[in-house]
């Protein structure tokens, strides 16, 4: 039925078209033509490289662009062009704060896979110290959907599982888009976040209505501009070739 | 003031969540987990490949998927691993039809620029048909902003301007969300579009509100699946790399 | 900081808006004008009575248009214009199945306010027989905010409390657009609801993520148009004046 | 196709749903109860007057919450209950500005309809001074469906023409999400739109991708909150009733 309705719906398109066409042909082109503002360039010169207009916050070399999140300085490790959650030290936050943003980010769990379900190669990527897409060693690793790699964690499953083997480097690209309240403190606009798992898209501009919690259900709460703040969660998970871009 | 406001919230918001936490420590946090459905696996085994779950469009060698738009066998030459715009055959699209899909597409303006603002490297990728994401030689090209490179035609100008020179290969990875109509025939969610351009993000889910027109305003009409469609505009643009993921 | 960019901006803005309309003078009005397509007429003679276009599903004479959810007759009371929840016999449906609509229905809870929390004038209306917009007397009346009057159940908390005390009449005027799938099955676009309880608005085109559940979390499940169900909570909750415009 | 897909996957919706009620019950239903923030009130008395939390623009009596557009006092007439368009005084806009809003207001145009197309009873409702809904006799008369009773003026055509006769009062309920900018001046968020004409729902949160204007294509442009404003086209339009909640 609703087949049919699209058959006659797209047979009426055909000829409102064609009717449209012969009106359309009369129009000027000029008026819907906008010539400002013009586009600034972000430069992309290769496809392993940050666009030129990126915020480089990990190149492999020291963590200057990072804080514990417990206060002082980042205490994780680096080596051999990537940083390492280093137990027990606590998470690491950037000292930029930030809104919108596109977020590259590269990581790898341990090659020897051990524990089981949230104890495998656990971390996170916190969004503005608040909204977290879950890092985790999810290959042939049974957990809650909704808290395996690549979740919006407690809040949306991935859409499939694009989880590469442990010891593997793996990346996510991000486009976040911050949560926007009146000036009552009312959410007006959800957070919203798209995001690819090694290339492949796992969220389409998903809501995020608000912080993650392990515990009960989010509640939005406002806030400004914060860190991007990476988990210790008690693994030795690898983060490397991090940039963002301010939207 | 706006700023106080924050800072206040923000306060207030340190001492709620605080209190929160009193008593989402109590709360099992085994309700809020979700086992199912498990998503199943994309794997994507390097960077430079499609993914496991891709229905390969081209891949150098034939046009096989594609038929011409006007009808008949697709024209447009196959060298090097690339296809290449035949002049005055018109466009290609391809044999199956899509609703929601992720799509990467490469493409290349030719080396010698000739001609100015729509005249130079001129073709576009149709969602659907009908939706163009467009495809111009924007580098150091002036052109209004809603027809260069990227621009949704007519409807969105590119966020920045991500162009290589020409000669050289770029790359759209494209999310399209199909638009929804009622049974009426209403539009009741418009397409949704998001775009990276040589990796850089130049739309975030943007809306579009009907078919791509050169002429006055675009119109909303209820239509079904339809064909992924590269134009023809008399240039000689190629493309290569081709593959999409139904959402 | 945020205040100075916004004054800046405008500053900005307006001298651009300025510069702009010196070339849009120039410009022919008339390619951005759209004649067709023309829209159907839905008369609103007054603001008591329906819409023309409106499908009148309880005027307040009989249950012609409702069957129990159970299967068989709907077993509420109808008396003096109004029908009234018959304490276990469980909750009644629309024969007729729907997607995205307009809907505006009125009800009250019982004069006399006995019990409780959730055990004080409880019942629900249900979307596509899922999704709950929750009718309860929360006329000073605690219970968790997540759960009171005109919540999208345990999803959504109303912006306000717009209660009315028990014993009068109250109306909600609800916009729901039917969540969207792919063929896949992938939740594509979820549901979204708009709510005004008492003509205030309470919800403002949220997104439900899932079906209404007491435990857990919801998960998205594809499915296709569906009746208005009002729930039996085993209060005796009446409600009238219902009417549905399919959009 | 499409249809079977629905069924099966409806069927498989039932037996998982089932499936899922077997562990879901097991679930305790607390940590899925949200009890804080508790949604302060808001009165609605009647359905005739504001809630008590709206600020009252114009109650039948006088100009106070007015300017005019070009400086200085507001100069429309007020008699009966309601302000009426003073020709050639120009638009009025209130004293406040505002972000995100619920307006309710009512309009009449001139009972003897003189003229045709858009020099019929031509108003219109400014949201932030930029976003236009349109007022105009639309009763029987023709004009370009985007510039319509009720269209955001060459932005979005009305679902349906709601229109009563010229002479009789008619009501706009709007809900104004107001545009969202990065620091960059960035349009993040499109203005979003809801409208009822006459109680029928003739805009369901349509993105408003600029100002709107007359010539060519609409330019997002950074700002912040702005006042509501009247438009003066040179007819005898009435407006009364007016009343705004700050979301």
Same mark, same amino acid.
């Given at each position: 039925m609703k087949h049919l309705v699209l058959v006659l719906l797209s047979v009426a398109w055909t000829a409102q078209v064609q009717a449209q066409d012969e009106w359309r042909e009369k129009l000027d082109p000029k008026p819907t033509e906008v010539w400002k503002p013009v586009p600034v360039v972000s430069a992309s010169p290769s496809f392993s490289l940050p666009p030129s207009d990126a915020i480089v916050l990990f190149d492999g070399k020291d963590l200057s662009q990072w804080v514990s999140a417990r206060g002082g300085e980042a205490k994780w490790k680096v080596a051999e062009g990537a940083m390492t959650v280093q137990r027990n030290t606590g998470g690491i936050k950037t000292k930029r704060e930030f809104g919108d943003v596109q977020l590259h980010i590269e990581w790898r769990t341990p090659s020897e896979a051990t524990g089981e !379900?949230?104890?495998? !190669?656990n971390s996170g990527v916190y969004l503005q110290e608040r909204y977290e897409v879950q890092v985790l060693d999810s290959y042939q690793n049974e957990t809650y959907a909704n808290g395996q790699a690549g979740a919006l964690y407690k809040q949306h499953i991935p859409m499939v599982n694009a989880s590469r083997k442990p010891g593997e480097w793996q990346s996510y690209d991000i486009v976040f888009t911050a949560p926007r309240f009146s000036e009552k403190g009312t959410l007006m606009v959800p957070a919203y976040v798209t995001v690819f798992h090694n290339g492949v898209l796992? $969220?389409? $501009?998903v809501p995020v209505m608000g912080p993650s919690v392990y515990q009960g259900l989010p509640v939005a709460e406002a806030h400004g501009k914060a860190a991007i703040l990476l988990q210790d969660h008690g693994d030795a998970v690898s983060y490397r070739n991090i940039w963002v871009r301010e939207l």
């Open positions: !379900g949230q104890n495998r !190669g796992i $969220h389409n $501009h």
